[in-house]
């Protein structure tokens, strides 16, 4: 397959256009656990659609310590056209909920670091509203 061929397969799919909008959105790398409690999809479904991103040269992914950090691969002149117009197009209603849930998530993050991993929703909840408390 050629490169614009699965550039334009990844952006076919609802689930990677939002992994895509919350990279756009937040400046620093995510790791999957974040991205799965943002979207609320299963971690196997997160972890596919970031894959076939990679593999389209959209996003890449840097180990730090146990976690992999995922993050818009920014290097090449047509992927930073394509975000521009992504970013554009994306700024929708459509991905603000996905948004929100990001931005509660990345909370938990300690020295810009995710420490929480993977945790069922109810905990995860009860974290946020945890240290919402803390910060207030």
């Given at each position: 397959?050629?490169?614009?061929?699965?550039?334009?397969?990844?952006?076919?799919?609802?689930?990677?256009?939002?992994?895509?909008?919350?990279?756009?959105?937040?400046?620093?790398?995510?790791?999957?656990?974040?991205?799965?409690?943002?979207?609320?999809?299963?971690?196997?479904?997160?972890?596919?659609?970031?894959?076939?991103?990679?593999?389209?040269?959209?996003?890449?992914?840097?180990?730090?310590?146990?976690?992999?950090?995922?993050?818009?691969?920014?290097?090449?002149?047509?992927?930073?056209?394509?975000?521009?117009?992504?970013?554009?197009?994306?700024?929708?209603?459509?991905?603000?909920?996905?948004?929100r849930n990001l931005e509660?998530?990345?909370?938990?993050?300690?020295?810009?670091?995710?420490?929480?991993?993977?945790?069922?929703?109810?905990?995860?909840?009860?974290?946020?509203?945890?240290?919402?408390?803390?910060?207030?």
């Amino acid at each position: 397959m050629k490169p614009e061929s699965s550039i334009f397969k990844a952006l076919s799919d609802e689930t990677r256009l939002r992994i895509l909008h919350l990279f756009l959105v937040n400046k620093d790398p995510l790791c999957v656990c974040e991205i799965v409690d943002a979207l609320r999809v299963p971690q196997y479904q997160a972890s596919k659609h970031l894959l076939i991103l990679k593999n389209a040269g959209l996003v890449d992914v840097k180990k730090r310590g146990t976690w992999a950090y995922h993050s818009l691969t920014t290097n090449e002149s047509k992927n930073i056209l394509l975000f521009s117009f992504l970013k554009s197009f994306l700024g929708s209603d459509s991905f603000e909920e996905d948004k929100r849930n990001l931005e509660s998530r990345l909370l938990l993050r300690e020295e810009g670091k995710c420490v929480v991993g993977f945790v069922p929703i109810s905990t995860l909840t009860r974290l946020i509203k945890t240290k919402r408390r803390q910060t207030v």
